[in-house]
């Protein structure tokens, strides 16, 4: 990436993203994480410019109802402390702000091929309130989750199914149960089990007693045999069911 003033004093900064280079998966320190690829430069500035917008949606949503419950139900979408203050950054002790994204025609984009963002000088008072709600939420967090099935619950009729993921990210709980929100993901918990591949998974991480679970969770992709992501050797123990109390009710 490509970044700098158009000019010398100037306050206009403009920065230029290769819309197909890669961007490394890998978090420091992980080294449970080596090996796991990478991800476009497309998709990356295609999920930031999704955070600005869900952000400035929370801003437009406090200007009508003075609250600041759109910044917390945003942040599936992309907000986040980071975001809010980077935006405060840009309105503090300013006339104003934008921010125009335009996207390579090399690289076909979903909608429009330019994006425009405007802030308010005013918005900055608004950013700093949300900022600090957000640094200071004990709330569900919303995270993608890297592992090992470690079990399949019995399928009921109608529900999108359940199992339980061993995460080998240190930052994160152990082993999560995770709820998933459609039953065709379902499928690829079981495709992930049955070959020993790692499976990618998002979601509401929430802790009740001594469980985690994630809710209303989505299989992102299976990223390929385990081996190429765990750190030890783990053995693989059999499909374990929903209504065996032990895997449910034990410690983490």
Known sequence: MLMGQTAPGSYIVTAFVPPTAG???KSEPEPALEGLGSVSSRSVSEAVVKAV???LEAVEHFRSLGTLSGFIEGVPNGVSYEMTNALLGMAAMSDGAD???DWDP???AGGSQSVHFELKGSDAE???KAAQQLAEDTGPQYVTIIGRVHLLAKKQAGSPGVFGVESISSSLPKKVR???ADEEDYHEAIRAHEEDLALQ???RLEKEGNLSWLYNATVVRILGPLENFETRK???GPVAHIDQPPLFDSPE
């Open 23 to 25: 961007v490394p998966l």
């Open 53 to 55: 917008e869900a952000t």
């Open 99 to 101: 921010i125009t994204v």
């Open 106 to 108: 090399a690289v076909p």
């Open 126 to 128: 608004v950013l700093g």
């Open 178 to 180: 995770v709820r998933l």
């Open 201 to 203: 998974v998002s979601g």
């Open 234 to 236: 783990r053995r693989r």
